[in-house]
């Protein structure tokens, strides 16, 4: 069975620092692209980055270049996102998503979410 | 980028309906879409992939259709477990984008 745990969510004041992560098990998670989504209070779904199987190709929503990064361990089985100069307007629920088998796009599983709350 | 328009935003139905939900895309995105359902507090759950491909598992009353620029979910006869919210999704190319989501509501 596919399972994505995300933790690593909280409170953190404008400007400040989280990394969030995302542990996985019940698939090859080596050969597969990740991607982190989130969803802000009473909001739609936002992509937020994705990583290829290697690590080595990354891709971000503009609104996050130069301040989140997305990475993964292959051998924990963990993806994770660190998240610099944090605002207000990053308050979200943040899912950790794989992406189909065939590296498609989209996605064929999801976590549970880890809430995330950018305030003073 | 590609905008993703759904309409309506809030569908009303009874039990036994049969309703339809529309994505627009502002470009082509040949069938490169795929269709979520989301409860409230609970993560998206996939539905259907390559625009009318269903996801394992997710019961016949639902399917996709259209290529190109417009597409459609419908589920053919509403049940109590279908009223949440569904959203499309393109992922032609980056930045991926979402629909703004229809909610359908009894």
């Known amino acids: 069975e596919v399972q994505l745990v995300e933790s690593g969510g909280g409170l953190v004041q404008p400007g400040g620092s989280l990394r969030l992560s995302c542990a996985a098990s019940?698939?090859?998670?080596?050969?597969?692209?990740m991607s982190w989504v989130r969803q802000a209070p009473g909001k739609g779904l936002e992509w937020v980055a994705n990583?290829?199987?290697?690590?080595?190709?990354?891709y971000y929503v503009d609104s996050v270049k130069g301040r989140f990064t997305i990475s993964r361990d292959n051998a924990k089985n963990s993806l994770y996102l660190q998240m610099n100069s944090l605002r207000a307007e990053d308050t979200a629920v943040y899912y950790c998503a794989k992406v189909d088998y065939y590296n498609s796009g989209y996605y064929d599983y999801w976590g549970q979410g880890t809430p995330v709350t950018v305030s003073s | 980028d590609i905008q993703m328009t759904q309409s309506p935003s809030t569908l009303s139905a009874s039990v036994g309906d049969r309703v339809t939900i529309t994505c627009r895309a502002s470009q082509s995105i040949s069938g490169w879409l795929a269709w979520y359902q989301q409860k409230p507090g609970k993560a998206p759950k996939l539905l259907i992939y390559r625009a009318s491909s269903l996801e394992s598992g997710v019961p016949s009353r639902f399917s996709g259709s259209g290529s190109g620029t417009e597409f459609t979910l419908t589920i053919s006869s509403l049940q109590p477990d279908d009223f949440a919210t569904y959203y499309c999704?393109?992922?032609?190319?980056?930045?991926?984008?979402f629909g703004q989501g229809t909610r359908l509501e009894i």
């Open positions: 990583i290829n199987s290697d690590g080595s190709e990354k």
């Open positions: 019940g698939f090859t998670f080596s050969r597969c692209w």
């Open positions: 999704q393109h992922y032609n190319r980056y930045p991926i984008t």
